[in-house]
């Protein structure tokens, strides 16, 4: 079994407080013989529409001392679970959860940037101190 994030509980938390009912923690399933494990998975209704939003969020927190190594491994992760997740669950939506420091400090070079359009990446700002919701960027 893999270790939870040093700030999973906080997003949790934060998820629920925006009305998200955690529907697996982890969200586990396999696709083409390997088995994945992505940390959250959760649905909202949305009443205006009547019909449910789906989500599945894989939490970092960039607290190792290179954070081009946490991006690279990060990144990797999100694209094969996003890959598995298109063939097993095409309604689930990903996100890669990160915390408010590297957001407003490392994710702000021009080469993070870039990679985060190139590669279609959705993130979930989220500050673990205060267990909110900062950000959701599409």
Do not use: C
Request: no cysteine.
């Amino acid at each position: 079994m893999t270790a939870k994030d040093k700030f999973h509980d906080a997003v949790r938390l934060a998820l629920e407080k925006e009305e998200w009912v955690i529907t697996a923690d982890p969200l586990k399933f396999q696709y083409g013989g390997v088995k994945f494990r992505i940390d959250l998975s959760a649905d909202r209704l949305l009443a205006a529409e009547r019909q449910d939003e789906k989500i599945a969020i894989e939490i970092k927190s960039f607290l190792n001392d290179s954070p081009l190594t946490d991006f690279h491994a990060a990144l990797g992760q999100f694209q094969n679970y996003r890959s598995a997740l298109r063939k097993t669950d095409p309604e689930r939506t990903l996100y890669l959860a990160v915390p408010l420091g590297a957001y407003g400090s490392f994710f702000q070079f021009q080469f993070v940037q870039e990679a985060i359009e190139e590669h279609q990446l959705l993130l979930i700002v989220y500050d673990s101190d205060r267990e909110v919701i900062v950000q959701w960027t599409k």
